[in-house]
C-alpha cells in the first residue's frame, strides 16, 4: 500500500482526497489511498510519519507550510527562496520539502495577463496580495517572476506592507489585481471575507481567490457584482496536485 495525505490543523474545507482517490480510480492504481491528517500541532508530524506504513508523500496546508521547514531533512532550492514548504516527498526515511504552489499559481495567472496589461499603456499592472502566509510567499514569487509590483496586506505590518485598515479606494484603483490568499471566505467560515473597500472594484479588476470550496466565495461574488473578472483556486489545487505526484514518484 503506497500512503499520500494532506497535513493541516483543520481539513474539513479541503477537495484533495476525492481529488486524489478518483485520480487512482482513473489511473487503475488499487494500492493507492490519500488520506487527510489533522494536527493539532506540526510537531505531531513524526508521529505521524511512525504511526502510518507506506506513507510516501504529504501536501501542507495551513498553518504549517511555514512551520514545517525546520523539521525537513533537506528543503529544495526553490522551497527555500519562497519561505514556504506544500509538498513533502518521503525518500528512504527522509522528509524533503517542496513548493508546489508556485507552479499552481502561475498556471492560474499566466493566462489572466493579456486582459491585464495594456501593451499600449505605460502604467505599470500591480497588485495587492492579500495575507502574508505560506501560499502569500508562493504568489509573491511568481508575481516577482513575472515582473509584477505588488504590496503585501495583513493584519500587521511586521508581516506585510500594508494592514487592512490602511486600504483605501485609491489603493485599489491603482492595483488592479487582487489576489486572496487568507481562508477568510473558506467553508464553513462562508460569510467572511477580506475587509476591502470593495466599491473601489469596477471592471478592469481582475480577483483571483486562492480558496476553491466555497467556487464563489463573499470576495469573488463582490467582485462579480462590480463588474470584474474573477477567479477561483480550484485551477491552482489541480495543477499543485499533480506537480505533486509528479515528485512522489520521481
Known amino acids: ?12 474545507h479541503s477537495f484533495s482526497r476525492s481529488y486524489f482517490t478518483d485520480k487512482f480510480k482513473r489511473e487503475s492504481l488499487p494500492g493507492h489511498r490519500y488520506e487527510l491528517f489533522e494536527l493539532a500541532e506540526i510537531g505531531n508530524l513524526r508521529d505521524l510519519i511512525a504511526s502510518t506504513p507506506g506513507l510516501r508523500g504529504l501536501n501542507v496546508t ?3 507550510k511555514q512551520e514545517v521547514m525546520p523539521l525537513l531533512d533537506v528543503v529544495d532550492p526553490l522551497a527555500a527562496a519562497v519561505g514556504a514548504v506544500n509538498t513533502i516527498a518521503i525518500r528512504e526515511g527522509k522528509l524533503m520539502g ?12 499566466l493566462p489572466l495577463l493579456p486582459g491585464l496589461i495594456d501593451p499600449d499603456s505605460d502604467i505599470r499592472l500591480r497588485a495587492l496580495v492579500l495575507g502574508s ?3 502569500s ?3 509573491g514569487y511568481v508575481l516577482r517572476e513575472q515582473g509584477i509590483r505588488f ?5 500587521s505590518r511586521e508581516r506585510g506592507d500594508l494592514s487592512w485598515d490602511m486600504l483605501d479606494p485609491v489603493s485599489l484603483k491603482v492595483c488592479r489585481l487582487l489576489i486572496n490568499t487568507t481562508p477568510l471566505g473558506m467553508h464553513p467560515d462562508v460569510g467572511s471575507l477580506p475587509p476591502l473597500p470593495y466599491a473601489a472594484i469596477g471592471p478592469r479588476h481582475t480577483l483571483v481567490d486562492l480558496v476553491y470550496n466555497p467556487p464563489e466565495t463573499q470576495f469573488l461574488m463582490f467582485g462579480m457584482e462590480r463588474g470584474a473578472r474573477t477567479v477561483n483556486g480550484l485551477q491552482m489545487l489541480h495543477a499543485q496536485a499533480e506537480a505533486s505526484w509528479r515528485l512522489w514518484n520521481t
Do not use: H, K, Q, W
Not at 1 to 12: E, P, Q
Open 62 to 64: 495551513i498553518p504549517y
Open 137 to 139: 510567499r508562493a504568489v
Open 1 to 12: 500500500m503506497s500512503v499520500f495525505g494532506l497535513i493541516g490543523r483543520s481539513l474539513g
Open 98 to 109: 517542496f513548493n508546489t504552489d508556485v507552479e499552481g499559481f502561475r498556471d492560474t495567472l
Open 133 to 135: 502566509g505560506g501560499a
Open 151 to 155: 504590496r503585501v496586506v495583513s493584519r
